[in-house]
């Protein structure tokens, strides 16, 4: 585990130096190195999230149904969203085509059943 661990970081340090390493000048500007460095952060923050997820649904096992996790994770990320959407000045819309709304019904219809299943598959896991 300590291995994967430390090559992990390396790859996030390959990751997080790859843009100053292949632009055209030295250093990177202000402003887009300090917002390079917050979605870094934030890659990080959200990588130890879903650890800590993982590890509350392989400690809760078989004794809840699957479907409270994939609820409660629909719920915070429903409620999170659109916090996390005026924190960064972004705005929310609509779809503006049927293509889009299709698009974006199937990425949910997908999602919904990527979480189910990766959450049925840590429960039945035996732990290492």
Not at 42 to 50: E, I, K, M, Q, R
Not at 100 to 112: D, N, P, T
Not at 113 to 123: D, E, K, P, V
Request: contains cysteine; proline residues 3%.
């Amino acid at each position: 585990d300590i291995i994967s661990s430390g090559v992990c970081l390396i790859g996030v340090a390959l990751i997080a130096t790859s843009s100053a390493r292949s632009s055209s000048s030295t250093e990177l500007v202000a402003p887009e190195a300090a917002s390079h460095f917050a979605g870094v952060c934030f890659a990080l923050l959200a990588a130890l999230c879903v650890a800590i997820a993982y590890v509350i649904i392989r400690r809760v096992g078989t004794s809840a149904s699957f479907l409270f996790s994939v609820f409660y994770f629909a719920l915070v990320s429903a409620l999170l969203s659109p916090i996390s959407m005026i924190v960064v000045g972004q705005e929310p819309r609509w779809p503006h085509s049927t293509r889009e709304a299709v698009l974006l019904s199937a990425v949910g219809c997908v999602g919904f059943l990527g979480n189910a299943l990766l959450t049925i598959g840590l429960q039945k896991a035996s732990a290492a």
